[in-house]
């Protein structure tokens, strides 16, 4: 009986000491937690970027062929729904400046990152792309973001 005793309080001072090792990890953990949200919070209004990625790429097995058609992917990131890129395959001459002649409206998709999809018919042996991102979201223009808005981006394809 006396073995059972002593047994039971040995269990009983073991479990004791694993509460207190429980207890002080919680409390690390509580203060580790609560710096990082302060440091959060420093950037909870700010988009924070290294760079900015722009890539035009084929999709769907795309070739640059004559008289087929191209399927393109134009990504820009950062991607903020809001934004939209206007695209073309000509420059408006008639206007002032580096414009798209008869631009059509890119938009992305949820879940697409940024990926700005289109599709062009092939008739010669080089075709221009032609991408202006246009930024609506309101914080991307009040930061950094903003040097993108409106800028032409262009890119083309050589028949092989």
């Known amino acids: 009986m006396d073995k059972i005793y002593i047994l039971l309080l040995l269990i009983l001072i073991t479990s004791c000491k694993n509460q207190t090792e429980f207890k002080n990890r919680i409390n690390q953990l509580q203060t580790q937690n609560d710096s990082l949200k302060s440091e959060l919070k420093k950037y909870e209004n700010k988009y924070v970027f290294d760079r900015v990625m722009i890539k035009h790429y084929p999709i769907k097995g795309s070739q640059v062929k004559k ?78 973001n903003a040097g993108y808005n409106g800028v032409i981006i262009s890119d083309y394809l050589i028949v092989k």
């Open 67 to 144: 008289g087929t058609k191209y399927y393109g992917e134009f990504v820009f990131v950062s991607d903020v729904r809001d934004d939209f890129v206007m695209f073309g395959t000509e420059r408006d001459e008639s206007k002032q400046g580096f414009e798209i002649k008869n631009p059509i409206t890119l938009k992305t998709k949820k879940g697409d990152s940024g990926a700005y999809r289109f599709e062009i018919d092939i008739v010669n042996d080089t075709t221009n792309l032609i991408f202006k991102p246009l930024l609506n979201n309101k914080l991307s223009l009040k930061h950094q």
